[in-house]
């Protein structure tokens, strides 16, 4: 089976611009959550969604926001975009939304913001 | 409030021997679940195992166990018989409560010597 699946790989923005980013979860999993890692931290929880509906957010401004499509895709978008969104952007999916759902991770998403 | 400590920033191991990574944990949560996860340098971030708060053995999963003491509070990952691809970063998160939602260390950059 197809692991999660993100797009674009690489994307270069600058200042003020606003970027969506696409996740497709594994087969059959409900559950897709969002997540920010900073070059040398470790990954920071943005949104969970579950069922199409928002579960859980993270500590980030309006300016992130997602939704979940009736196939269990998202998209995560961020608008003026300033230069500390620059990030590794990670996407996980997991069957259910309890917390002993393992959640399994995709690529990524590399955002440079200029 | 929920957090991972996460105190070796890089270790070093020969090959075939087996090593320690420590990750100590605080939460209020009476149910929860400590995950451990390796990141490559290709970025995605692949898992490891998984140990619940109730569980009454330590988990294993190959040449991954975990060495689980509820009373004091750590969560530290045995890799036994290290091989060369065992470099990467290294993450420990916890998840409890009502969601997925994942809380991550600041990881460990493990590397292996020939």
């Known amino acids: 089976d197809a692991g999660v699946t993100q797009s674009p790989t690489h994307l270069i923005k600058t200042r003020g611009q606003q970027v969506t980013l696409r996740c497709s979860p594994i087969?059959?999993?409900?559950?897709v959550s969002w997540y920010q890692q900073v070059l040398g931290q470790g990954p920071q929880f943005i949104f969970q969604?579950?069922?199409?509906?928002?579960?859980g957010r993270g500590n980030f401004p309006d300016r992130f926001s997602a939704r979940q499509f009736p196939n269990y895709s998202s998209e995560l978008n961020v608008n003026a975009l300033l230069l500390g969104d620059s990030a590794l952007y990670l996407c996980?999916?997991?069957?259910?939304?309890?917390?002993?759902?393992?959640?399994?991770f995709g690529p990524g998403t590399r955002l440079l913001v200029l | 409030a929920q957090k991972i400590t996460q105190t070796q920033p890089g270790m070093f191991v020969q090959e075939k021997e087996a090593v320690t990574l420590d990750c100590t944990y605080d939460?209020?949560?009476?149910?929860?679940?400590l995950f451990w996860y390796k990141q490559p340098s290709s970025g995605e971030m692949i898992f490891l195992i998984y140990?619940?708060?109730?569980?009454?053995q330590n988990a294993t999963e190959g040449r991954y166990s975990l060495n689980f003491q509820k009373a004091r509070k750590s969560a530290n990952l045995v890799i036994s018989a290290s091989q060369l691809g065992d470099s990467a970063m290294y993450f420990c998160?916890?998840?409890?409560?009502?969601?997925?939602?994942?809380?991550f260390g600041t990881g460990t950059l493990l590397a292996v010597q020939p």
């Open positions: 996980a999916s997991s069957p259910g939304r309890g917390f002993q759902e393992t959640q399994y």
């Open positions: 087969s059959g999993h409900k559950s």
């Open positions: 969604y579950y069922e199409k509906e928002e579960r």
């Open positions: 939460t209020s949560d009476p149910s929860y679940g």
């Open positions: 140990q619940g708060s109730y569980d009454q």
């Open positions: 998160a916890l998840g409890g409560g009502a969601t997925n939602k994942l809380i």
